[in-house]
């Protein structure tokens, strides 16, 4: 034991300090829920238009956007533009559609930019992420936190004021790159998991609660990201820098002034030659996320585990297509959250990991395809069904990264963990996306939603259980039955 470790015992494993600590980091999950789900609301209405170019090839290729608008799409009874609405395009010349005007409406022919925008800031979070690692190995976890706080402050208001819905689409995406910053760091600094766990869900039910009382998207917007101007100074003054971290970059009086700190909030005293002696202990040699695609069986585990977060996003972006009130639909979507993830934790504990989240899969994913055969009069049927797929994917969610951390030797597993962390920034950015077969056909995202969970309950069952079985520290090849799984014909194309 590093005498690190003895220090932190000294000072007390979960007192005052902790406890405080663990708080103030359980806040940024709130405006995580405001971020992620937030533009389902602000794009309500966001004055977005179909995109009608078409018009262009038909003459003057220098027309006006406002000409352009007045030509081709209707407009409600106030006089403004609608948004998802447009004039059929027609093969008449430019000056004929002037002089009699096009009659025939349509949807938007070329998909909805709120789903580009959705797929773009999960894109943020993902580029975040590996931006926001090296930030903090270099310049300290605390830095690294405050400055994503005030980035997501200054971007979420300023798209209070966006102009179009271009410039929009550019400050979500900075704001994905600095939450992914915040909550990377705030987790490694904390390591608690009862803030994605509580504090989460109570950010999507605060978020309905907001949206359903203030209709404009502009004050919506400055509601959810102003408070974190509040958060900032709260940070500033009590949020520690690691002293794990001061340590590893030579800054021992940095570090003791840390653990002095925490000690004396917790009503303790450390001894002087213990923090002498404060070092921390040698970090043993890791494997890269490139090992686990070398090794066959640990790449195929990953490929796995990988495809939860296309039905969770999906049922969550969809929250205002079930038929039901989608103030409603969204407070009860962050209702369930809290059992299914209160709940998933004792659930792998009595029936194992493998067999919880294959149910668990099945069940989501037969919810999405039952949404299909119901009729669009009947939405509270729709919603229901829709709120047990909700249930079914949170829970996934909760336990897939149990279930990967253990999956994977110690020398690979945190690697392993970013690799599934990755891929599921890789589903939240095919989610919004997939909403746009609905151009084809209404029934073809959540067929694409269904079916993916469906297909990977299969793979699930293939993988091996890990409850009450003593975790890998080296790379070890597979059982037999895994051998035998990763050596069919149909999944040598994967080597």
């Known amino acids: 034991m590093s005498s690190f470790t003895h220090v932190l015992k000294e000072i007390g494993e979960f007192g005052w300090f902790q406890k405080r600590l663990v708080v103030a980091l359980c806040i940024p999950n709130i405006f995580v829920a405001f971020d992620v789900i937030g533009q389902v609301f602000t794009g309500l209405d966001f004055p977005n238009f179909c995109d009608t170019d078409w018009i262009l090839e038909r003459g003057d290729a220098n027309l006006t ?15 403004s533009f609608q948004s998802c609405l447009m004039f059929t395009p027609v093969d008449s010349d430019l000056e004929t559609i002037e002089l009699y005007g096009l009659n025939v409406t349509t949807s938007c022919l070329n998909g909805s930019k709120l789903e580009v925008s959705q797929s773009i800031y999960m894109a943020g979070l993902l580029i975040g992420a590996f931006i926001s690692g090296g930030m903090a190995d270099r310049l300290g976890r605390r830095f690294v936190v405050l400055l994503g706080i005030l980035l997501l402050f200054l971007f979420g208001v300023s798209a209070a004021f966006s102009p179009n819905i271009y410039v929009y689409i550019v400050l979500k995406f900075l704001c994905g790159v600095s939450m992914a910053g915040i909550l990377t760091n705030s987790f490694v600094i904390g390591e608690w998991r009862v803030s994605r766990t509580l504090f989460y869900p109570i950010g999507l039910i605060l978020l309905s609660g907001l949206a359903y009382f203030i209709r404009d998207w502009r004050i919506l917007q400055l509601a959810l990201y102003g408070p974190l101007l509040i958060v900032l100074a709260t940070f500033y003054w009590i949020l520690p820098e690691s002293a794990r971290w001061l340590i590893t970059q030579g800054r021992k009086e940095e570090a003791v002034k840390e653990v002095r700190r925490a000690a004396k ?4 005293e450390v001894s002087q030659d213990l923090l002498d002696k404060m070092e921390v202990g040698e970090t043993p040699n890791r494997g890269s996320m490139l090992d686990i695609f070398r090794i066959p069986y640990l790449r195929k585990r990953a490929l796995c585990m990988s495809c939860v977060c296309v039905m969770y996003y999906g049922l969550s972006l969809s929250v205002g297509n079930f038929g039901l009130n989608i103030y409603l639909t969204q407070l009860i979507f962050g209702l369930v959250e809290f059992p299914a993830r209160l709940g998933s934790l004792p659930l792998i504990g009595r029936f194992g990991r493998r067999r919880c989240e294959a149910m668990l899969l099945l069940l989501g994913g037969c919810a999405c395809l039952s949404i299909i055969a119901v009729p669009k009069d009947l939405p509270v049927v729709a919603t229901v069904i829709a709120i047990l797929g909700k249930f079914a994917s949170t829970g996934c969610y909760c336990i897939v990264y149990v279930y990967t951390a253990e999956l994977y030797p110690t020398t690979l597993r945190q690697s392993g963990v970013g690799l599934n962390s990755m891929c599921a920034r890789m589903g939240g950015i095919l989610a919004p996306l997939i909403r746009l077969l609905a151009d084809y056909h209404d029934s073809l995202p959540m067929f694409v939603y269904g079916i ?5 309950v299969g793979l699930c069952l293939l993988l091996p259980e890990t409850l009450n079985t003593e975790l890998q520290d080296i790379i070890q090849p597979p059982d037999t039955n895994e051998e035998k799984f990763y050596n069919c014909e149909w999944l040598t194309k994967l080597q």
């Open 452 to 456: 993916v969970p469906v297909c990977a």
């Open 265 to 268: 909030v917790n009503g303790k």
């Open 65 to 79: 956007l406002e000409r352009q608008k007045e030509l081709t799409i209707p407009v409600n009874p106030d006089g």
